[in-house]
C-alpha cells in the first residue's frame, strides 16, 4: 500500500492525476470507477443460515441420537422415535439460534459507510453517494462531516476528526497537511490523513481520496475479520470428544448386548431394539440440554451483573480464561479526562478521588491531597487564578447529566477536564463571564498548540474571589483589560518572560525555565497531559496577544482508573489470570495507569512499531514478558491474541473500536463494550459489558468457572449412572438368569435418562460458587473432562450403582414367579432412587451435602422431590404402569428399593470425608 502521508500535497495530486481546484471530470470518474470499483466494502464465505442448521446436526452425539431414532422407527416403534426425535430437534434450535446472532459483523462493517458526501467535480460542488467516490476525488469536510474514505488531507482549517474507531485514541486528533518523514508510523501518527469509518469533530478542510472499499484501512479491518476462523471453545471440544467416546462404548456394548441375547436366544427384533436402547442408554441424552439451559441461566446471572452474553458457550469459556487483553480507555479507566494535579510556585494541589500516588511535581513547594469542594481563599492566589485562568479561557459547556450525577461535557474533553476542576472550587466559567466578558480570541491551533481568550475586568471590589489575586499583583485601575492563554508548557515558555511566586510576578529565569520543563517532563512520564496557564496585561487595544505572558500554573490531567478496576486486577491475578493492557494510546500513559492498577511491576512498554519489528518465534518469547502494548494496529491486535493462544492460553480480548474487530473474533473470548462500542466489536464478540467495566468481565469469569464446574459435576453425574445402567444390561443375564435378558425396558431407559439424569441435572446446573472459586488457577485448557480423578469416579460409583440396582433386582427375583416383572421394577425403582442420591452427593467435590445444607440449592432439593413423585406416579398409576412396563411394588419392596438407593449418597459422602482427610 501507498504510503500517502510521506508524500507531499502537490506529489499526491499528481499522482493521481487530479486538479485539486476543479477535481475529476464525469468521464474521468467513471473510467475509475471501471477500474477500482464501487466504494464499499464486500463480503465473502460467510455461512448460509442453512449451512448454520446443518452444523447443529454433526456434532457426534445429535447423529448417535438420530440414529437411534431411525432404527426405533424402522422396527416400528413410534414412541422411542418421537421421543429422540423431539431431543434432537430442541438442541438443533437453540445452536442454530446462537450461531445465526453471530453471523452478523460484516453487516454492521458496512454500515460505517456513508451515504451522502460532498466533493468537488468538473469545478463544481456536489452531493454524491458515498459508493459512487473513486480514487482521486476532492472530498469537502467539515465538523459533523463522516469520513467515506482513506483521504490524504489538502487542506485544513482547524480540523479535527475523531478516530477512538479506528486507533483507540479518545481524544479527537488534531489534523495538518504537511508531508510526514517516517514510513512507519502508526495509524494514530498520520495526522495528514483521515481514513473511512472516522470522524470529523471540529474546524473543517479538504482532501484527496486514495483508497476506497476494501483498500481503505476499514477494509483491511474486514478482511482480517472474514480470514479468522471461529474456533471451537473448550468446552464445545471436551464435549465432542466425551461424545465420540460414548459412541464408540455405546456401539461396542450394543453389539455385546445383542449378542448375549441371541445366545440366549431371545428374539432378534426384540434384541435389536434392546441394543439400540442400551447406546442411547451409554449417551447423556440430557446432556444438551442441561448444558444449554445451565449456561442461559448463567447467562442471565452475569446480565444481572452487566455482562451481556451473546453466544451461550462463551458463558463457559470466560471459566478457562487465562490472560485479559483489555483496552485502557472507559474499561480500565473512567473515560473522563480528569484533573489531577495543580501545581504552581511554592504550592501543589493534588485532588483526591482523581489523583492515585503521582509523586510531588518539581515545581516545589507545600502541598497535600485536596477533598473536593476546593475552598479557593484556603489556598494561594495563584491556584484560583490558575483555575479562573482554564475556565476563562475555554469553549466547552457542562451538562448535568441526572441519571450519573455527573457533568457530561459539551466540547473538547481537556477544556471539559478544567471547567470541571474548576466547579470544583465554586468556580463557574458563567459567573466568571458575566463579570469578565470575553472581547476576543486567538483560537487553538495545530501550529501554535495555544489558545488565548481576552477579557474585561469589573473595578477590583467586583472582582470574583478566584481573580483577585490579580490585585494583590499590582493591578492598576486603568488595566482593566487581560489576556488568558492556556496551552502545551514548552510552546508557552516561548512567550513568557515572568512566573508568579508568592501573589505577584517575578522574572522568568533559568532557574524558573529548568523547573518548568522539569515538572512538565514528570507529569507527563506519569500519563498525564500537562497545560500552562498564563496572563498578559493588555495595555491598549493595539498591544499584540501572546507576548510577555505570566506564567501562573501548570495543571496535569489523565483519563483516571476506574477505583474498582484495582481490586479486580488483584483479584485476576490471584485467581491465576493475567491481566494485559493493549492500547491505541501514548506509551507513558498505558505504562503508568498498568503500572498503578498492578497490571504491570516493570517499565517495559512495546509499541506497535517494536511488534512489526519481531519474528514469530520472538514475539513468543516476548509475549510472557511484556503485559504493556501501546500505539498498536488492528493487525498487532490479532497477532498478539494469535501468539498467547499458540502458547496454549485461553484468550479474552475487549474493545470498542473497529479496530478492535478481528481480535475479539479471533480470541476465545470477545468482549464489547456495551456504552462506547460500536455495532462491528459487538457483533463480532461473544459477550457485551453494559457498563464497560473491567471489573465486570472479572465477575463474568467467576460465574464462568461456576458454571463450568456445574456442567462437569452433571457430566460426572449422569455418565456414572449411565455406566450403572449398562452394567445392569449386561450383568443381569448372567447373574439373574435367561429370564433377565432384558433388564430394562427401552422406555425404562429413555425414561431414567431423560428424566432422572435431566431434572436433576438441572438442579447441578443451578448450584452455587464454591468457597475457593477465585482463589485457584485456571483449569488447564488441554485437559480432558474426566481429568482430576472424574474418570475413576465415574466408573466405581456406576459399578456401585449397577451392583445395587442388580441386588434389588436379585432379591425381588427370588421371591417371585420368573415371568412376573417386579424384578424389573425392582431394577428400575431402585435406580431412580439411586440417581436422587447420588446427585444429592455430588453438589460438591469436597464440601459434605450437611455442610452446604439444604437452603443453598433449593431448586435441586425441589426437583429431587419432583423425581421421586414422578417415579411413584409411573409405579401407580394404571395408565402409565402399562406404558413403562411395570407392575406396582408393595410397600415393603418400595421401602427395600429406597433403603438400596441411599447406598450411593452414603458411598460418595464417605469418599468426600477421605479427601478431606487427606487435604
Same mark, same amino acid.
Given at each position: 500500500?501507498?504510503?500517502?502521508?510521506?508524500?507531499?500535497?502537490? @506529489?499526491?495530486?499528481?499522482?493521481?492525476?487530479?486538479?485539486?481546484?476543479?477535481?475529476?471530470?464525469?468521464?474521468?470518474?467513471?473510467?475509475?470507477?471501471?477500474?477500482?470499483?464501487?466504494?464499499?466494502?464486500?463480503?465473502?464465505?460467510?455461512?448460509?443460515?442453512?449451512?448454520?442448521?446443518?452444523?447443529?446436526?454433526?456434532?457426534?452425539?445429535?447423529?448417535?441420537?438420530?440414529?437411534?431414532?431411525?432404527?426405533?422407527?424402522?422396527?416400528?416403534?413410534?414412541?422411542?422415535?418421537?421421543?429422540?426425535?423431539?431431543?434432537?430437534?430442541?438442541?438443533? $434450535?437453540?445452536?442454530?439460534?446462537?450461531?445465526?446472532?453471530?453471523?452478523?459483523? *460484516?453487516?454492521?462493517?458496512?454500515?460505517?459507510?456513508?451515504?451522502?458526501?460532498?466533493?468537488?467535480?468538473?469545478?463544481? +460542488?456536489?452531493?454524491?453517494?458515498?459508493?459512487?467516490?473513486?480514487?482521486?476525488?476532492?472530498? $469537502?469536510?467539515?465538523?459533523?462531516?463522516?469520513?467515506?474514505?482513506?483521504?490524504?488531507?489538502? &487542506?485544513?482549517?482547524?480540523?479535527?476528526?475523531?478516530?477512538?474507531?479506528?486507533?483507540?485514541?479518545?481524544?479527537?486528533?488534531?489534523?495538518?497537511?504537511?508531508?510526514?518523514?517516517?514510513?512507519?508510523?502508526?495509524?494514530?501518527?498520520?495526522?495528514?490523513?483521515?481514513?473511512?469509518?472516522?470522524?470529523?469533530?471540529?474546524? +473543517?478542510?479538504?482532501?484527496?481520496?486514495?483508497?476506497?472499499?476494501?483498500?481503505?484501512?476499514?477494509?483491511?479491518?474486514?478482511?482480517?475479520?472474514?480470514?479468522?476462523?471461529?474456533?471451537?471453545?473448550?468446552?464445545?471440544?471436551?464435549?465432542?470428544?466425551?461424545?465420540?467416546?460414548?459412541?464408540?462404548?455405546?456401539?461396542?456394548?450394543?453389539?455385546?448386548?445383542?449378542?448375549?441375547?441371541?445366545?440366549?436366544?431371545?428374539?432378534?427384533?426384540?434384541?435389536?431394539?434392546?441394543?439400540?436402547?442400551?447406546?442411547?442408554?451409554?449417551?447423556? &441424552?440430557?446432556?444438551?440440554?442441561?448444558?444449554?439451559?445451565?449456561?442461559?441461566?448463567?447467562?442471565?446471572?452475569?446480565?444481572?451483573?452487566?455482562? #451481556?452474553?451473546?453466544?451461550?458457550?462463551?458463558?463457559?469459556? #470466560?471459566?478457562?480464561?487465562?490472560?485479559?487483553?483489555?483496552?485502557?480507555?472507559?474499561?480500565?479507566?473512567?473515560?473522563?479526562?480528569?484533573?489531577?494535579?495543580? @501545581?504552581?510556585?511554592?504550592?501543589?494541589?493534588?485532588?483526591?478521588?482523581?489523583?492515585?500516588?503521582?509523586?510531588?511535581?518539581?515545581?516545589?513547594?507545600?502541598?497535600?491531597?485536596?477533598?473536593?469542594?476546593?475552598?479557593?481563599?484556603?489556598?494561594?492566589?495563584?491556584?484560583?487564578?490558575?483555575?479562573?485562568?482554564?475556565?476563562?479561557?475555554?469553549?466547552?459547556?457542562?451538562?448535568?447529566?441526572?441519571?450519573?450525577?455527573?457533568?457530561?461535557?459539551?466540547?473538547?474533553?481537556?477544556?471539559?477536564?478544567?471547567?470541571?476542576?474548576?466547579?470544583?472550587?465554586?468556580?463557574?466559567?458563567?459567573?466568571?463571564?458575566?463579570?469578565?466578558?470575553?472581547?476576543?480570541?486567538?483560537?487553538?491551533?495545530?501550529?501554535?498548540?495555544?489558545?488565548?481568550?481576552?477579557?474585561?475586568?469589573?473595578?477590583?471590589?467586583?472582582?470574583?474571589?478566584?481573580?483577585?489575586? #490579580?490585585?494583590?499583583?499590582?493591578?492598576?485601575?486603568?488595566?482593566?483589560?487581560?489576556?488568558?492563554?492556556?496551552?502545551?508548557?514548552?510552546?508557552?515558555?516561548?512567550?513568557?518572560?515572568?512566573?508568579?511566586?508568592?501573589?505577584?510576578?517575578?522574572?522568568?529565569?533559568?532557574?524558573?525555565?529548568?523547573?518548568? $520543563?522539569?515538572?512538565?517532563?514528570?507529569?507527563?512520564?506519569?500519563? *498525564?497531559?500537562?497545560?500552562?496557564?498564563?496572563?498578559?496585561?493588555?495595555?491598549?487595544?493595539?498591544?499584540?496577544?501572546?507576548?510577555?505572558?505570566?506564567?501562573?500554573?501548570?495543571?496535569?490531567?489523565?483519563?483516571?482508573?476506574?477505583?474498582?478496576?484495582?481490586?479486580?486486577?488483584?483479584?485476576?491475578?490471584?485467581?491465576?489470570?493475567?491481566?494485559?493492557?493493549?492500547?491505541?494510546?501514548?506509551?507513558?500513559?498505558?505504562?503508568?495507569?498498568?503500572?498503578?492498577?498492578?497490571?504491570?511491576?516493570?517499565?517495559?512498554?512495546?509499541?506497535?512499531?517494536?511488534?512489526?519489528?519481531?519474528?514469530?518465534?520472538?514475539?513468543? +518469547?516476548?509475549? @510472557?514478558?511484556?503485559?504493556?502494548?501501546?500505539?498498536?494496529?488492528?493487525?498487532?491486535?490479532?497477532?498478539?491474541?494469535?501468539?498467547?493462544?499458540?502458547?496454549?492460553?485461553?484468550?479474552? *480480548?475487549?474493545?470498542?473500536?473497529?479496530?478492535?474487530?478481528?481480535?475479539?473474533?479471533?480470541?476465545?473470548?470477545?468482549?464489547?463494550?456495551?456504552?462506547?462500542?460500536?455495532?462491528?466489536?459487538?457483533?463480532?464478540?461473544?459477550?457485551?459489558?453494559?457498563?464497560?467495566?473491567?471489573?465486570?468481565?472479572?465477575?463474568?469469569?467467576?460465574?464462568?468457572?461456576?458454571?463450568?464446574?456445574?456442567?462437569?459435576?452433571?457430566?460426572?453425574?449422569?455418565?456414572?449412572?449411565?455406566?450403572?445402567?449398562?452394567?445392569?444390561? #449386561?450383568?443381569?443375564?448372567?447373574?439373574?438368569?435367561?429370564?433377565?435378558?432384558?433388564?430394562?425396558?427401552?422406555?425404562?431407559?429413555?425414561?431414567?435418562?431423560?428424566?432422572? @439424569?435431566?431434572?436433576?441435572?438441572?438442579?447441578?446446573?443451578?448450584?452455587?460458587?464454591?468457597?475457593?472459586?477465585?482463589?485457584?488457577?485456571?483449569?488447564?485448557?488441554?485437559?480432558?473432562?474426566?481429568?482430576?480423578?472424574?474418570?475413576?469416579?465415574?466408573?466405581?460409583?456406576?459399578?456401585?450403582?449397577?451392583?445395587?440396582?442388580?441386588?434389588?433386582?436379585?432379591?425381588?427375583?427370588?421371591?417371585?414367579?420368573?415371568?412376573?416383572?417386579?424384578?424389573?421394577?425392582?431394577?428400575?425403582?431402585?435406580?431412580?432412587?439411586?440417581?436422587?442420591?447420588?446427585?444429592?452427593?455430588?453438589?460438591?467435590?469436597?464440601?459434605?451435602?450437611?455442610?452446604?445444607?439444604?437452603?443453598?440449592?433449593?431448586?435441586?432439593?425441589?426437583?429431587?422431590?419432583?423425581?421421586?413423585?414422578?417415579?411413584?406416579?409411573?409405579?401407580?398409576?394404571?395408565?402409565? &404402569?402399562?406404558?413403562?412396563?411395570?407392575?406396582?411394588?408393595?410397600?415393603?419392596?418400595?421401602?427395600?428399593?429406597?433403603?438400596?438407593?441411599?447406598?450411593?449418597?452414603?458411598?460418595?459422602?464417605?469418599?468426600?470425608?477421605?479427601?478431606?482427610?487427606?487435604?
Amino acid at each position: 500500500m501507498t504510503m500517502w502521508y510521506t508524500r507531499a500535497v502537490d @506529489d499526491v495530486l499528481h499522482e493521481l492525476a487530479v486538479d485539486g481546484a476543479r477535481g475529476l471530470d464525469d468521464a474521468e470518474v467513471a473510467r475509475r470507477r471501471e477500474q477500482y470499483g464501487p466504494n464499499e466494502l464486500t463480503e465473502r464465505g460467510g455461512k448460509s443460515p442453512w449451512k448454520i442448521l446443518w452444523q447443529q446436526f454433526s456434532s457426534t452425539m445429535v447423529l448417535i441420537l438420530i440414529a437411534a431414532a431411525v432404527v426405533s422407527g424402522l422396527l416400528g416403534k413410534a414412541t422411542e422415535t418421537i421421543a429422540i426425535a423431539a431431543i434432537v430437534v430442541l438442541f438443533a $434450535l437453540l445452536g442454530f439460534v446462537q450461531e445465526y446472532r453471530a453471523e452478523k459483523a *460484516m453487516a454492521a462493517l458496512k454500515k460505517l459507510a456513508v451515504p451522502i458526501v460532498r466533493v468537488i467535480r468538473g469545478g463544481e +460542488r456536489r452531493e454524491v453517494s458515498a459508493h459512487e467516490l473513486v480514487p482521486g476525488d476532492i472530498v $469537502l469536510l467539515e465538523a459533523g462531516s463522516a469520513v467515506p474514505a482513506d483521504l490524504r488531507l489538502v &487542506e485544513v482549517a482547524n480540523l479535527r476528526i475523531q478516530e477512538a474507531v479506528l486507533t483507540g485514541e479518545s481524544e479527537p486528533v488534531e489534523k495538518a497537511t504537511a508531508a510526514l518523514a517516517s514510513a512507519s508510523l502508526p495509524l494514530g501518527d498520520r495526522i495528514n490523513m483521515a481514513y473511512m469509518g472516522t470522524a470529523a469533530t471540529y474546524g +473543517r478542510g479538504s482532501a484527496v481520496v486514495v483508497g476506497t472499499g476494501m483498500d481503505t484501512e476499514l477494509g483491511q479491518i474486514a478482511a482480517l475479520i472474514q480470514d479468522v476462523d471461529d474456533s471451537a471453545t473448550p468446552l464445545q471440544r471436551r464435549l465432542d470428544s466425551v461424545g465420540k467416546l460414548l459412541a464408540l462404548a455405546g456401539v461396542a456394548v450394543a453389539a455385546l448386548v445383542l449378542v448375549i441375547g441371541l445366545l440366549l436366544r431371545e428374539d432378534l427384533r426384540d434384541m435389536f431394539l434392546t441394543a439400540v436402547s442400551v447406546a442411547v442408554a451409554v449417551v447423556p &441424552e440430557g446432556l444438551p440440554a442441561v448444558v444449554t439451559v445451565t449456561l442461559a441461566l448463567g447467562a442471565q446471572r452475569m446480565l444481572r451483573r452487566n455482562a #451481556l452474553i451473546r453466544k451461550l458457550p462463551a458463558v463457559e469459556t #470466560l471459566g478457562a480464561v487465562t490472560v485479559i487483553c483489555s483496552d485502557k480507555t472507559g474499561t480500565l479507566t473512567e473515560n473522563r479526562m480528569t484533573v489531577t494535579i495543580i @501545581d504552581v510556585a511554592g504550592h501543589y494541589l493534588e485532588l483526591t478521588g482523581t489523583a492515585h500516588h503521582h509523586p510531588a511535581p518539581a515545581l516545589g513547594g507545600n502541598g497535600a491531597p485536596a477533598k473536593t469542594p476546593i475552598r479557593v481563599e484556603e489556598q494561594p492566589p495563584a491556584i484560583g487564578l490558575t483555575l479562573a485562568g482554564g475556565a476563562l479561557c475555554n469553549d466547552a459547556a457542562l451538562q448535568p447529566d441526572e441519571e450519573t450525577k455527573r457533568y457530561a461535557v459539551l466540547g473538547d474533553p481537556t477544556e471539559g477536564a478544567l471547567l470541571v476542576a474548576a466547579l470544583q472550587a465554586g468556580i463557574r466559567r458563567e459567573d466568571l463571564l458575566a463579570v469578565a466578558p470575553r472581547l476576543s480570541e486567538l483560537p487553538f491551533d495545530s501550529e501554535r498548540k495555544r489558545m488565548t481568550t481576552v477579557h474585561r475586568l469589573p473595578d477590583a471590589d467586583q472582582l470574583p474571589p478566584a481573580l483577585r489575586g #490579580l490585585v494583590g499583583a499590582g493591578l492598576r485601575p486603568d488595566e482593566r483589560v487581560v489576556a488568558f492563554t492556556k496551552g502545551a508548557v514548552d510552546g508557552l515558555l516561548d512567550i513568557s518572560t515572568a512566573i508568579w511566586v508568592g501573589g505577584e510576578p517575578r522574572p522568568l529565569d533559568d532557574h524558573w525555565r529548568e523547573r518548568l $520543563l522539569r515538572a512538565n517532563e514528570q507529569m507527563a512520564n506519569n500519563g *498525564m497531559r500537562v497545560l500552562g496557564v498564563g496572563v498578559q496585561w493588555i495595555d491598549g487595544p493595539d498591544e499584540p496577544l501572546e507576548r510577555d505572558l505570566t506564567i501562573i500554573g501548570l495543571v496535569g490531567m489523565i483519563d483516571p482508573p476506574r477505583p474498582e478496576v484495582k481490586a479486580a486486577v488483584a483479584t485476576a491475578r490471584a485467581a491465576g489470570i493475567r491481566p494485559i493492557m493493549i492500547t491505541g494510546d501514548h506509551p507513558l500513559t498505558a505504562r503508568f495507569i498498568a503500572y498503578d492498577l498492578g497490571i504491570t511491576d516493570n517499565a517495559r512498554v512495546m509499541t506497535g512499531l517494536m511488534l512489526d519489528g519481531l519474528s514469530d518465534a520472538e514475539l513468543a +518469547r516476548v509475549v @510472557d514478558e511484556v503485559s504493556v502494548y501501546a500505539r498498536v494496529t488492528p493487525a498487532n491486535k490479532l497477532k498478539i491474541v494469535e501468539t498467547l493462544q499458540g502458547k496454549g492460553h485461553v484468550v479474552a *480480548m475487549t474493545g470498542d473500536g473497529v479496530n478492535d474487530s478481528p481480535a475479539l473474533k479471533r480470541a476465545d473470548i470477545g468482549v464489547a463494550m456495551g456504552i462506547t462500542g460500536t455495532d462491528v466489536t459487538k457483533e463480532a464478540s461473544e459477550m457485551v459489558l453494559l457498563d464497560d467495566n473491567f471489573a465486570t468481565i472479572v465477575a463474568a469469569v467467576e460465574e464462568g468457572r461456576v458454571i463450568y464446574d456445574n456442567i462437569r459435576r452433571f457430566v460426572k453425574f449422569s455418565i456414572a449412572g449411565n455406566v450403572g445402567k449398562v452394567a445392569v444390561m #449386561l450383568l443381569a443375564p448372567l447373574l439373574l438368569g435367561s429370564e433377565a435378558a432384558v433388564a430394562l425396558l427401552p422406555l425404562q431407559l429413555l425414561w431414567l435418562n431423560l428424566l432422572t @439424569d435431566g431434572l436433576l441435572g438441572l438442579g447441578l446446573g443451578v448450584e452455587p460458587a464454591e468457597r475457593n472459586t477465585m482463589r485457584r488457577p485456571p483449569r488447564d485448557p488441554q485437559a480432558g473432562i474426566f481429568s482430576e480423578g472424574l474418570g475413576g469416579h465415574v466408573l466405581w460409583v456406576g459399578a456401585l450403582l449397577g451392583a445395587v440396582a442388580l441386588l434389588a433386582g436379585r432379591l425381588a427375583f427370588d421371591n417371585a414367579h420368573p415371568e412376573d416383572r417386579t424384578w424389573q421394577t425392582m431394577i428400575f425403582t431402585a435406580l431412580a432412587f439411586l440417581q436422587v442420591g447420588q446427585a444429592l452427593a455430588s453438589r460438591s467435590s469436597r464440601e459434605s451435602f450437611f455442610t452446604l445444607g439444604l437452603r443453598s440449592n433449593p431448586t435441586l432439593l425441589a426437583l429431587a422431590v419432583g423425581v421421586l413423585a414422578l417415579q411413584l406416579v409411573v409405579l401407580y398409576a394404571p395408565p402409565l &404402569e402399562q406404558f413403562f412396563g411395570v407392575v406396582p411394588l408393595s410397600g415393603r419392596q418400595l421401602l427395600t428399593a429406597a433403603a438400596l438407593g441411599s447406598a450411593g449418597f452414603v458411598a460418595i459422602e464417605a469418599e468426600k470425608a477421605l479427601l478431606r482427610r487427606r487435604a
